[in-house]
Structure formats: C-alpha cells, structure tokens
Nanobody, 118 residues
Framework: QVQLVESGGGLVQPGGSLRLSCAAS????????MGWYRQAPGKQRELVAA???????NYEDSVKGRFTISRDNAKNTVYLQMNSLRPEDTAVYYC????????????WGQGTQVTVSS
C-alpha cells in the first residue's frame, strides 16, 4: 500500500509563505492528476490546486496568483508553494494523487495543518 507523507505545514503570519510537500512512500505509476485540497473547520473539503499529467494547472479562485502547484516525478513528490497567506487560508491541507484506467489508484495524504494568524 502506498502512503503519501505530507510536510511543511505550520503557523505563519499573514503575508507569509509556506511550502507543502507530499511524497509517495514508493514508486508509483504516473498519476493522471495530483492535487491539493483543504478543509477549514465547519466547511467542506475544497480543491485548492491541481496538476494534470500534461502539466496543466488549475487553481481555486481565491488562491490564483498566490499559490503554485508543482511536482518532481523522480521523487514522486508534489508541492504547494503558498505565498501572501491570509487568515482565511487556515485549514488542514491534504494531497491527493489519482490515476485512472487499468491500474487505477486514488491516494490521500494524512493532512497537514496550516494556520495563518498574527
């Protein structure tokens, strides 16, 4: 069973930056999509950013221009660079890696807390 290990969360002041990482515990077949979700208290989980196997990225409107999703295929790792953080970005962030077809999989990270507060 593959595990996704997340790191990089923490407490940061408004306007600060964090970089989240999500690494697969072993080699995996190329995913169709790698994404980051977040869930704030009392709210539903929402997609923050996603990256297709072709390199196309899309972002939730409130993070456009501030967050960047990227990957390192050799390390089976996906990143989320978060700049200009706001208190409303406070949430637990989860990574998700998905592959469809014959050798499908759908893996989730354990979640990492991001708190933006002065």
């Amino acid at each position: 069973q593959v595990q996704l290990v997340e790191s990089g969360g923490g407490l940061v002041q408004p306007g600060g930056s964090l970089r989240l990482s999500c690494a697969a515990s072993r080699s995996i077949l190329t995913p169709n999509r790698m994404g980051w979700y977040r869930q704030a208290p009392g709210k539903q989980r929402e997609l923050v950013a996603a990256l297709s196997s072709g390199g196309s990225a899309n972002y939730e409107d409130s993070v456009k221009g501030r967050f960047t999703i990227s990957r390192d295929n050799a390390k089976n790792t996906v990143y989320l660079q978060m700049n200009s953080l706001r208190p409303e970005d406070t949430a637990v962030y989860y990574c998700n890696i998905v592959r469809g077809g014959q050798f499908a999989y759908d893996y989730w990270g354990q979640g990492t807390q991001v708190t933006v507060s002065s």
